[in-house]
């Protein structure tokens, strides 16, 4: 069984920052690329950075330069790093990953349950 799991969520201050991690654990033979989402309230959710097992990353243009992804192949980890956090930042933080389990079986994209993060003065 694979399972997705986030941490490092929690209440900040605008201007401050804060780092998520996602770990990937279970019967996994391959983990390709991860991403991390942010689903706010009332919006759709968004897609925010995705990083390759090269570790090419994309990002979205709303957060990037104050955002940066990392993965560490070796610990199944990717982290977000966010910096100079605003208000509309505030959601509920999902990591998503493309992982193959072992035996044989094929592909499939995971999500995890996600983490929250509040930006408010």
């Known amino acids: 069984q694979v399972q997705l799991v986030e941490s490092g969520g929690g209440p900040v201050q605008p201007g401050e920052s804060l780092r998520l991690s996602c770990t990937a654990s279970?019967?996994?033979?391959?983990?390709?690329?991860m991403s991390w989402y942010r689903q706010a309230p009332g919006k759709q959710r968004e897609g925010l950075a995705r990083?390759?097992?090269?570790?090419?990353?994309e990002y979205a243009e709303t957060i990037q330069d104050r955002f940066i992804i990392s993965r560490n192949n070796d610990r199944s980890l990717i982290e977000l790093q966010m910096n100079s956090l605003k208000p509309e930042d505030t959601g509920v933080y999902l990591c998503?990953?493309?992982?193959?389990?072992?035996?044989?079986?094929?592909?499939?994209?995971?999500w995890g349950q996600g983490t929250q993060v509040t930006v408010s003065s």
């Open positions: 998503h990953a493309r992982i193959r389990p072992r035996g044989g079986l094929p592909s499939s994209y995971y």
């Open positions: 990083i390759y097992v090269n570790e090419k990353t």
């Open positions: 279970g019967t996994i033979a391959h983990l390709s690329e």
